[in-house]
């Protein structure tokens, strides 16, 4: 834990010290990096009050009082009692006010290109990305999930991010991967017009995958399907499935997979759509001491 702790002090360190966020007066300005952040928020918030403001900022009471009491005095801000509650003050932004906002955020737009000013677009894309995934962690929020066809690139992302998460959560060994590359070499080579691809997405993150093959006459295999770990329990899973059966279903075509009999929750799931244990076998190449098994779920149509 303590070195999780270290790197997030100095990364924080780094990030203050770059945006100029201890400085007692924000982008060059009269005001502290907490009063620009009071003005945007009542900016942009209709109706909001001096209590509202102390429960979203965390601030001190007695803090938000002198400081709306020197926005008055400067003619920065204005109070409004409420149309429905004399005792209610509503906090607006005048014209001097909204003026003051504007040239911060155009200072603090400048200053953020300028930092961004040598960066690639893809390092930029994945700046952003990185800068999502620590508020949703942080706030312990998952951004909307989407399901699509894969597209260019996604085939070697999934072959990449399923030899690394068997290495890691099972001990396979190199053989797994180039299993999976020989077996993508061949889909590519071979692909039917029947052949699809899903992945999960979140946030312009793969959150999983799911591919049907054909196999013979009436007949497919559910190939390449895995969730990331910090996705799972979340129905992504049962949802890329429900994909993969409801497209057999409609072309009348039966399935099977493969899967080992360790992973218990992958079983679990192929029973409640109704696949059935057909075969099993021993598979000592990626690691000692596996057991294949095949599933199968007849017509679905």
Not at 2 to 11: C, H, L, M, P
Not at 94 to 111: E, P
Not at 153 to 170: C, P, T
Not at 195 to 212: L, P, R
Request: charged share 30%; net charge positive.
């Amino acid at each position: 834990m303590k070195d999780y702790v270290d790197s997030i002090r100095e990364f924080n360190r780094y990030y203050t010290n770059a945006l100029g966020l201890l400085n007692n007066h924000f982008l060059n300005s009269e005001y502290s990096l907490t009063e620009a952040r009071l003005l945007y928020e009542i900016r942009h918030s209709k109706d909001i009050t001096a209590r509202e403001l102390v429960r979203l900022l965390n601030l001190d009471k007695g803090y938000l009082s002198r400081t709306i009491q020197q926005f008055e005095k400067k003619g920065v801000l204005k109070r409004t009692p409420s149309r429905n509650d004399f005792r209610i003050l509503h906090l607006e932004l005048t014209k001097k006010g909204r003026d003051i906002l504007s040239k911060l955020i155009v200072a603090s737009n400048s200053q953020i290109s300028g930092l961004l000013k040598d960066c690639s677009d893809p390092d930029k894309n994945e700046l952003v990305s990185s800068m999502n995934f620590i508020m949703r962690v942080l706030s312990k929020e998952v951004s909307p999930v989407i399901y699509r066809e894969a597209s260019i690139g996604d085939l070697g992302y999934m072959i990449h991010r399923q030899a690394v998460l068997y290495r890691d959560e099972y001990k396979f060994n190199d053989s797994f991967e180039e299993y999976l590359i020989q077996g993508m070499l061949e889909y590519l080579k071979n692909k039917t017009e029947f052949d699809k691809v899903w992945v999960a997405e979140s946030n312009g993150n793969i959150a999983g995958a799911i591919s049907i093959i054909h196999s013979g006459k009436k007949l497919s295999q559910i190939r390449w399907f895995y969730t990331e770990p910090k996705f799972r329990n979340l129905g992504i899973g049962k949802n890329l499935l429900n994909l993969a059966v409801d497209y057999a279903k409609s072309k009348n075509v039966s399935i099977f997979l493969w899967t080992l009999s360790n992973l218990d929750a992958a079983r679990n799931l192929y029973k409640r759509f109704g696949f059935v244990l057909s075969e099993s076998k021993p598979n000592q190449i990626w690691r000692k001491g596996l057991t294949e098994e095949r599933w199968e779920l007849g017509e679905v149509g």
